[in-house]
């Protein structure tokens, strides 16, 4: 069964600053697709960044990009130029590659942005 | 194009007593799955469908039941609530975007209390 470890229950990150949140998983498929979701206090589910794992270019969406290694199974996220509404939770999730298949989550870590 | 919708938003029920959780998409979409939230435990998969008339277990399914009988709606029983199903719950519903990569979108979630 795929594992999904997110090892860091809380970090803080000043305003203007870079933060990098840790996620490793476990799996023993060679095709499947890695997330980033983000919870803020509205408990909406919002995604961040995809990644797909036969792509071996790290996924950028503005500030928010992943340092994807494979052979590690690690899919980092790091925040640049953090901002006060970055403070949330962040759900690292896999799911296999068959296209209909259910996300597994990590636990999450809490991001507090200081000002 | 409402996306996912939920209702209700907040429930509190005795134990013993069931309920439904509604959840509808307007977006066509097959893959539809139900999560529960609870605190340090990430998003856990209680059941999800592929379609209309298919549905399958997740990883904790036990005193839930689910029924797909349109591609719009999933709705979540409890039979006989429990205080261990105290949680906030999340419908999800996800369509595919190319070579099997998709995209998961989720409800505004539903906070349920079992006293």
């Known amino acids: ?41 509205s408990r909406q589910m919002i995604l961040v960044i995809r990644q797909e794992a036969y792509k071996q270019q790290n996924a950028t969406e503005n500030r928010f990009s992943v340092n994807f290694q494979k052979a590690a199974k690690s899919f980092s996220l790091k925040i640049s130029d953090s901002q006060l509404g970055d403070a949330a939770m962040y759900f690292c999730a896999y799911s296999r590659n068959s296209g209909n298949t259910p996300l597994v989550f990590g636990k999450g870590t809490r991001l507090s942005v200081i000002a | 194009n409402a996306g996912v919708t939920q209702t209700p938003k907040f429930q509190v029920l005795k134990t013993g007593q069931s309920m439904t959780l509604q959840c509808a998409q307007d977006m066509n979409h097959e893959y539809m799955s139900w999560y529960r939230q609870d605190p340090g435990m990430g998003l856990r998969l209680i059941h999800y469908s592929v379609g209309a008339g298919i549905t399958d277990q997740g990883e904790v399914p036990n005193g839930y039941n689910v029924s797909r009988s349109t591609t719009e709606d999933f709705p979540l029983r409890l039979l006989s609530a429990a205080p261990s199903q105290t949680s906030v719950y999340f419908c999800a519903s996800s369509r595919l975007l190319d070579r099997d990569s998709y995209e998961q979108y989720f409800g505004p979630g539903t906070r349920l209390t079992v006293t």
């Open chain 1, 1 to 41: 069964a795929q594992t999904v470890t997110q090892s860091q229950p809380e970090m803080s990150v000043q305003e203007a600053e870079t933060v990098t949140l840790s996620c490793t998983y476990d799996t023993s498929e060679s095709d499947y697709y890695l997330f980033w979701y983000k919870q803020p206090p």
